[in-house]
């Protein structure tokens, strides 16, 4: 068996590790004079976040791993390079979003997980006492979030990654259009349309407006 994302990188918290921004800086001035153990410092901080994100990107695990590893390996090449102007994390996350979109493009035709190995279901498809208690609600629960990863992977490159950085992983506007390089006005734009299309979609597939309440990336989107 494999390791699961939890397994090998933790579960990451989105928020930073304890001394935030301010820690984060003086890690990466201490990395840029060569600072080895700086280095490693940062790569244990972001590495979870960055694995989840290539991770609901790439949906494979073992890709993401991949990707993960690469993102860091182009980091310390290209510490002298970063000047501040932006936070260590957000040109961090800027490097793993690109490696991912990269990846997806080399690779047309990226496999499509059965749900049982696509590492976005892993909290959706984990065996609880309710499961137990209701598996029919379990079993439509399991529907609806194929259903939604469908219609997620169905957007456009633009829509569907602004979604996953804003709607699946936390990022707020401000964050997302740092990441991305576009204004903020137009995240919220993205995000409005993949939440209509979302909404849409599944709509189409005969889940109707309750089924819909709390569900990831569907809400928010208006009529």
Known sequence: MGEREG?????????????????DRALFDAAK???????????????PRV??????????RALAEDVTQEVFVRC??????????????????????????????????LRKNDPIDDPRFAGVLVETKDS????QGAAARRQLYEALADAID?????????LI????????????????GAPEGTIAWRIHEARKKLRKALLEKGFDEGALEGVAGTQGSGP
């Not at 090998?8 to 301010?22: F, H, V």
């Not at 004079?33 to 590495?47: L, M, N, Y």
Request: overall charge positive; proline content about 4%; aromatic content about 8%.
């Open 51 to 60: 694995y989840r994100v290539a991770c609901h990107m790439l949906r494979d």
């Open 76 to 109: 310390w090449r290209a510490l002298a390079s970063f000047d501040g102007r932006s936070e260590p994390f957000t040109w961090v996350y800027r490097i793993a979003v690109n490696l991912s979109l990269n990846t997806i493009r080399s690779r047309k035709n």
């Open 7 to 23: 397994d090998r990188y933790g579960d990451g918290d989105p928020a930073p590790a304890s001394g935030g921004k301010t820690r």
């Open 154 to 162: 169905g957007l456009s490159e633009t829509l569907r990654t602004t």
């Open 165 to 180: 950085l804003v709607a699946i992983d936390g990022r707020s506007h401000e964050e997302a259009a740092a990441i991305l």
């Open 33 to 47: 004079t060569g600072d080895r153990a700086a280095f490693a410092e940062i790569v244990q901080r972001f590495q």
């Open 132 to 135: 137990h208690r209701d598996p």
